[in-house]
């Protein structure tokens, strides 16, 4: 298991886009449509092997028959950190070790790429969504394949009320000194990730 990505969820594509432009300094590429969960995405190098995502509905796809991941059909307000993503070399095994509810595996596309990932039947992942989503590639990685940015994803902090439980719950994928778990009031997450023009934070 590996960090694969962050996900910044957001009302339309066009503002997540401006909160993640202006708040690091630098331009996003690559996305595109995502058919069968009527939504589409940019992305934002972090690196040879990590990346941003921002996703939001699609207004102009048809609806999915089941809820989409990163419980979308949900989402309001402020663009915003809302999930994170590890890629497995198994998404069978990583869920056979993950907590109940953890998803089950989906075959999904855009353009060119093929992955697996793990999606509750309710958009919900466990701990409020503070657990990540599991992705199984299927080829090509998108990370290496977009323009360098100069960006890296420092650190990434994960607060939850039930943080000793979500600890063990990461446990037996989790080994990344960049990630970190802490307790806090509400679910919530905060990435430093440095830029050409400094360090910046986004939540």
């Not at 095994?93 to 109940?100: H, M, N, Q, R, S």
Request: glycine letters at 8%; hydrophobic letters at 40%; one cysteine or more.
């Amino acid at each position: 298991m590996a960090f694969d990505h962050l996900v910044i969820s957001a009302a339309t594509l066009k503002e997540g886009v401006q909160y993640v432009e202006d708040s690091l300094g630098v331009a996003m590429a690559g996305g595109g449509e995502h058919p069968a969960m009527g939504t589409h995405n940019r992305l934002l190098s972090l690196g040879p092997d990590d990346y941003l995502e921002v996703i939001a509905i699609n207004p102009d796809a048809d609806a999915p028959k089941r809820p989409r991941l990163f419980d979308l059909d949900n989402f309001s307000g402020e663009p915003r950190i809302t999930n994170w993503v590890m890629r497995s070399n198994s998404i069978s095994d990583a869920l056979a070790k993950a907590p109940p509810n953890a998803g089950e595996t989906v075959p999904l596309s855009r353009g060119d790429f093929r992955w697996q990932m793990a999606i509750p039947a309710d958009g919900k992942l466990p701990f409020d969504g503070a657990f990540p989503s599991f992705i199984e590639w299927q080829g090509a990685h998108p990370a290496p394949l977009l323009p360098a940015t100069g960006c890296r994803l420092d650190t990434f902090e994960v607060v939850h009320p039930d943080a000793l439980a979500l600890t063990a719950a990461l446990r037996p994928f989790l080994d990344d000194g960049r990630l970190s778990v802490a307790e806090g009031p509400q679910r919530a997450f905060r990435a430093e990730i440095s830029t050409p023009n400094g360090l910046c934070v986004l939540v």
